[in-house]
T-cell receptor, first 110, second 115 residues
Framework: GENVEQHPSTLSVQEGDSAVIKCTYS??????FPWYKQELGKGPQLIID?????GEKKDQRIAVTLNKTAKHFSLHITETQPEDSAVYFC?????????FGKGTRLHILP | ETGVTQTPRHLVMGMTNKKSLKCEQH?????MYWYKQSAKKPLELMFV???????ENNSVPSRFSPECPNSSHLFLHLHTLQPEDSALYLC??????????????FGPGTRLTVL
């Protein structure tokens, strides 16, 4: 079955700097890769997603890249702000199965 | 978060109690899910319902019993739980669980503590 590895587990960056979170997946047939942000006391919320026929997608300060050959995808947050502090989860989906990574706790330092 | 609501938000129960978690989605979706979120572990899918039919039971112990009376409501009935069942239980919905590219929308979760 699918396996998703996510790194790092914790990331601290200075406000204004960029943050990068990386994930790898095992099943080359996976075709949908969402990223979720979970703030304290809330459920995960979708922030961006990418499908396997696309290599990169951007939405304001957030971008996701996908390398199907290497089976890895990354989340890039530029010009980080205090409200970006949260836990971020990547996921890989195939048919009716979605597998999540363990999460990255992002701290934005003042 | 008005799309998917969960009640209660917090629940403390003894191992011999029986309680139920409730989830309601206001998005017109056909698929609903229960997940367990424990510290330092990936989200664990427990159950999937698509058009009110259970399509996935991810080897969940029988002390957890789901119920889906219609496409908008999902329950998780709990009985004789163990302390290791303490976790955040998340409900999610999507348009159709059979479509892998459907976005899942999560509720805020119920924080369950089993004493």
């Amino acid at each position: 079955g699918e396996n998703v590895e996510q790194h790092p587990s914790t990331l601290s960056v200075q406000e204004g700097d960029s943050a990068v979170i990386k994930c790898t997946y095992s099943d080359s047939a996976s075709n949908y890769f969402p990223w979720y942000k979970q703030e304290l006391g809330k459920g995960p919320q979708l922030i961006i997603d990418i499908r396997s026929n696309v290599g990169e997608k951007k939405d304001q300060r957030i971008a996701v890249t996908l390398n199907k050959t290497a089976k890895h995808f990354s989340l890039h947050i530029t010009e980080t702000q205090p409200e970006d502090s949260a836990v971020y989860f990547c996921a890989a989906s195939l048919n009716d199965k979605i597998i999540f990574g363990k999460g990255t706790r992002l701290h934005i330092l003042p | 978060e008005t799309g998917v609501t969960q009640t209660p938000r917090h629940l403390v129960m003894g191992m011999t109690n029986k309680k139920s978690l409730k989830c309601e989605q206001h998005l017109g979706h056909n698929a609903m899910y229960w997940y367990k979120q424990s510290a330092k572990k990936p989200l664990e899918l427990m159950f999937v319902y698509n058009f009110k039919e259970q399509t996935e039971n991810n080897s969940v112990p029988s002390r957890f019993s789901p119920e889906c009376p219609n496409s908008s409501h999902l329950f998780l009935h709990l009985h004789t739980l163990q302390p290791e069942d303490s976790a955040l239980y998340l409900c999610a919905s999507s348009q159709d669980s059979a479509t892998s590219t459907d976005t899942q929308y999560f509720g805020p979760g119920t924080r369950l503590t089993v004493l």
